[in-house]
């Protein structure tokens, strides 16, 4: 497959002032009629060059007159016309089949309805257009259909006219007034329930907001509801942006690609992303609800309103949208509970976005596909709505915002909105926008150094040292920064030049009894400076302290980089237990306990391996601290993930990491004993007394409340394990009861686990959300292993054409259950699961042909198995360009 190039980008030759669309809609084969008006932006006349895959051409016309095929060139994925007039229509008919869409983008079947998924090339599996974001134009969109089968005909804007046709027909003439790209368009016809609520916005409009959901599931939809006023309300008070549509609706969709998708006006969502209650839904479930829909109404500035001007510039609106959602659900979880309990509520929000970070984006950054948060190249656009893309670009947006303060980042997206608001546009148009602000408020200063962000790939190291000078009571701290050559820049001679980022760099000091000292700031002192690191080595001076201090370091991660220094383990100990900023604080704990595991698992890193004791007394002191929250607690007992740690181990050891982590964990779970019993009666007794609600104070505590579960089982399986059976089966909301479960599922009782299994599949057969965590579950189980995933592959209820199922077996078997696939029977499992999904779903399969990216770190023994499975793969005659690209680049 060709490779396309960001420095090849050329502007469109031809402006597509409005298009109308019209569908006769049939899930075996779509008729479509687009008329575009369009006008030549140069004098010359240049080919008009239209996208457009798996069509069936009926006729062109222009100007009403019918071409004859010498007229045009077509292939396999363009058409070529070669008009001689500066403007004109052009009118072409086409066929589609959607029913035979199993790649879900373009127009494809979901259950008896039909859905659109454009982004990012999808348009062009509807009719012939130029699909690329900076060809804007203005949609008129009818839509006809059998009445009963399809009673509902939506599309992007307002609805301009229904009318009744013969034979049992209807139609619905949709008119967006917003110009948008191809992209953003979308259609939906089915038989839905719908919830709506009538709002005003700020400026005083009236809008419809409507959740649109399968029949029968309604009584789900009342937390997306909610969660989609407050996505207005949240945009108009912190960001000034009003909803600009009459009608803003929301559509579930079971099968979907991704989570969602921010059509203008007519958001299609992944139902695992609308649908929830308390019987069916975890409080991870709301929380992810409430982030997703967030997101998707966000984007109707960051992204809609201002577009990207291709797709080498994908960050420009999902960094930033990240960003604003995370910032969403933080503001939201803060504003559910008292002030003294806010600040560890955005904590831990902070703490699990951090995790995420870590789990799928610095590995990313650290394997054959890295590359910047704006892309260089790509062969498969598809393949680049990466972790480095979002949750890294919305750490490059982060960055900003703490480099101007919120009300200087306000001042730079006011400008980013005057500027650009209609266009499609670059990212270096969004950090000009903040750097007019940023030079304005800091005289001398620029960003020119913090754009090199997003051109660097890689996961930078700072490293820290300290000269404390006792005499003169002061203490110097040196941060030298470095970014190792990643993927394709490995190979290059001479060797990548990395020049230096510009990094905030948060840092507080502590006492050697574990008390704040003060820094100076300017005329003032704080606990927290940040510092602006923007060479390869800076050194900051500190006076009046006394003794040498312990550094809290990348406070609250003020950067996407990884911190070095040689903490010594009490040192650790005495930030698990005092560090006054709660992500430095829980940061200490964990490294403590990484250091410990991979001490176990590696001979040579003991040098500084903490003892088994000094881990326990830190858990205890945290798990007894009754001023931290039970959210934050939950998080800060819970051991490094088995992913995070193989990401730290050299050589990857898998089944090293898996029974150290289990074995430490059963050690907790019997040492501290009387506390979790403590934990998990206290909690008990609170939730028992109020009923169910999804808010943050009621999820932090049965979070804990499961952990102890967890540990106590883990500890003392046949003493605990009926208190697990016990939660399980007086459960009243679907945490609980998963929490249970779960800790059921990973221990050895079989007969307990089949009958808990068997009891929960009865109860929930009919809801295909559930039924997807049964099938998770069992993919995670200690005891499963491939021959366990085959057999649940025949089971009824399996099917790979949804990518929710897909997703809950193959997905979290390949990379969730490391004891279970790290054998060359897993590989060899996986290989064969990517070429079947890739005949069914290549943007799918792609994503699951990335498990063992970086199995080059992997011990000599899983690195010759991993690299025989990808061989196979990559030897397969008909790969798709998603998955052949990926492949290639791993065995590169
Ligand atoms: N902007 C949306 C991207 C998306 C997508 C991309 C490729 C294939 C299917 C897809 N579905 C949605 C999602 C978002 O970031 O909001
Ligand atoms: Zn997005």
Redesign the pocket.
Same mark, same amino acid.
């Given at each position: 497959a060709p490779t396309i190039y960001r420095h090849d980008y050329q502007p469109y030759a031809y402006r597509v002032k409005s298009t109308r669309l019209c569908f006769e809609l049939d899930e075996n084969v779509t008729t479509v009629v687009s008329t575009l008006d369009i006008e030549r932006t140069g004098t010359t006349p240049v080919p008009l060059i239209l996208n457009g895959e798996h069509l069936e051409l009926i006729s062109i016309e222009v100007n009403g007159s019918p071409l004859s095929e010498n007229d045009y060139r077509l292939d396999t994925e363009t058409l070529t016309l070669f008009p001689e007039s500066t403007s004109f229509s052009l009118q072409i008919t086409n066929r589609c089949k959607p029913i035979d869409n199993s790649s879900?983008?373009g127009l494809y079947v979901s259950g008896k309805s039909l859905f659109t998924?454009c982004?990012?090339e $999808?348009f062009r599996r509807i009719t012939w257009f130029p699909d690329r974001p900076d060809v804007m134009s203005r949609f008129t969109v009818t839509l006809r259909a059998d009445a009963k089968r399809y009673p509902l005909l939506l599309s992007n804007g307002n609805l301009i006219s229904q009318t009744d046709l013969a034979n049992g027909r209807h139609e619905a003439v949709w008119e967006d007034p917003h110009p948008k790209p191809c992209y953003l368009f979308a259609l939906v016809a089915g038989d839905f329930d719908c919830r709506e609520t009538r709002i005003k916005t700020a400026e005083g409009r009236e809008a419809l907001l409507q959740v649109y959901c399968d029949k029968g599931d309604l009584g789900k939809t009342a937390w997306a509801l909610q969660c989609l006023e407050r996505s207005v309300r949240w945009d108009e008070q912190r960001f000034g942006l009003p909803l600009d549509l009459d009608r803003f609706m929301i559509v579930a969709a079971r099968d979907?690609?991704? $989570?969602?998708?921010?059509n203008k006006g007519l958001n299609v969502f992944n139902s695992a992303y609308v649908l929830a209650d308390p019987d069916t839904a975890t409080d991870a479930s709301y929380e992810a609800i409430e982030s997703v829909i967030g997101?998707?109404y966000f984007?109707n500035w960051t992204?809609n309103r201002v577009t990207c001007r291709d797709w080498f510039q994908l960050s420009l609106?999902?960094g930033l949208?990240v960003f604003r959602d995370q910032e969403f659900s933080a503001d939201m979880m803060a504003a559910s509970l008292p002030e003294k309990e806010a600040v560890s509520a955005r904590a831990v929000k902070r703490i699990d976005d951090v995790v995420a970070l870590r789990t799928a984006q610095f590995p990313e950054d650290a394997g054959p596909m890295a590359h910047p948060i704006r892309p260089e190249s790509y062969q498969e656009i $598809?393949n680049f @709505?990466t972790a480095t893309v @979002?949750e890294k670009g919305a750490e490059v947006i982060r960055m900003q915002h703490t480099l101007l303060g919120e009300e200087g980042f306000q001042a730079g997206m006011q400008t980013y909105f005057r500027r650009h608001d209609g266009q499609a546009v670059t990212c270096d148009d969004f950090v000009d926008a903040m750097d007019t602000v940023y030079r304005a408020r800091n005289p001398g200063k620029d960003m020119s150094v913090f754009r090199r962000w997003y051109s660097q790939a890689g996961t930078p190291r700072v490293n820290v040292s300290i000269n404390h000078d006792a005499a003169n009571q002061s203490c110097s701290i040196t941060l030298s920064q470095r970014c190792e050559p990643v993927g394709v820049e490995k190979r290059r001679n001479p060797p990548v030049e990395k020049p230096p980022l510009h990094i905030p760099f948060a840092l507080g000091l502590l006492s050697p009894e574990g008390t704040p000292i003060p820094l100076q700031n300017g005329s003032d002192t704080t606990d927290t400076l940040v510092l602006d690191l923007t060479e390869h080595t800076q050194s900051w001076t500190f006076k009046n302290v006394p003794g040498r201090p312990v550094p809290s370091l990348l406070r609250h991660f003020s950067a996407p980089v990884i911190v070095e220094y040689d903490y010594r383990n009490d040192e650790l100990a005495l930030l698990a237990r005092f560090d006054t900023d709660p992500f430095a604080r829980w940061e200490a704990g964990q490294e403590l306990a990484t250091r410990y595991l991979l001490a176990q698992v590696s001979e040579n890193i003991t040098n500084n391996a903490p003892e088994l004791a000094l881990l326990v007394e830190t858990w205890q002191t945290l798990a007894s601290d009754d001023t931290l929250s039970a959210a934050y607690l939950a998080r800060a007992l819970v051991l490094p993930s088995e992913r995070i740690l193989l990401e730290k181990c050299k050589p990857a050891d898998p089944q090293a990491i898996v029974a150290a982590r289990n074995a430490l964990r059963a050690e907790l779970g019997i040492a501290l004993q009387d506390i979790w019993q403590s934990h998990y009666q206290n909690l008990s007794e609170t939730l028992n007394k109020s009923s169910y609600a999804p808010n943050p104070l009621q999820a932090g505590q049965r979070a804990l409340r499961n952990c102890a579960l967890s540990y106590l089982v883990t500890g003392q399986p046949q003493k605990y394990l009926d208190l697990a059976v016990k939660q399980y089966e007086g459960a009243t909301n679907m945490t609980e009861r998963m929490g249970s479960l779960s800790t059921i599922v990973h221990q050895d009782s079989v007969q307990t686990i089949q009958k808990a299994l068997a009891s929960f599949y009865s109860r929930y057969e009919n809801n295909p959300l559930v039924i997807d965590r049964w099938f998770a579950l069992q993919a995670t189980a200690a005891s499963t292993d491939v021959d366990t995933v085959r057999s649940l592959m025949t089971h009824p209820a399996f099917t790979m054409r949804n990518p929710n199922r897909a997703r809950a077996l193959l997905f979290q078997f390949c990379l969730n259950n490391l004891k279970g696939v790290h054998s060359q029977a897993g590989y060899a499992f996986w290989a064969e699961q990517v070429l079947a999904l890739d005949a069914i779903n290549p943007?799918i399969a792609a994503r699951l042909a990335r498990a063992f990216d970086n199995w080059r770190r992997f011990a000599p023994a899983y690195r010759d198995a991993i690299e025989t499975a990808l061989k196979k793969i990559q030897a397969h005659p008909t790969l798709s360009r998603n998955v052949s690209e990926i492949i290639n680049k791993a065995l590169e």
């Open positions: 879900l983008m998924q982004e990012a $999808g979907f690609n991704m $989570g969602a998708m921010e997101h998707e984007h992204g609106k999902e949208t $598809g @709505y @979002y943007e």
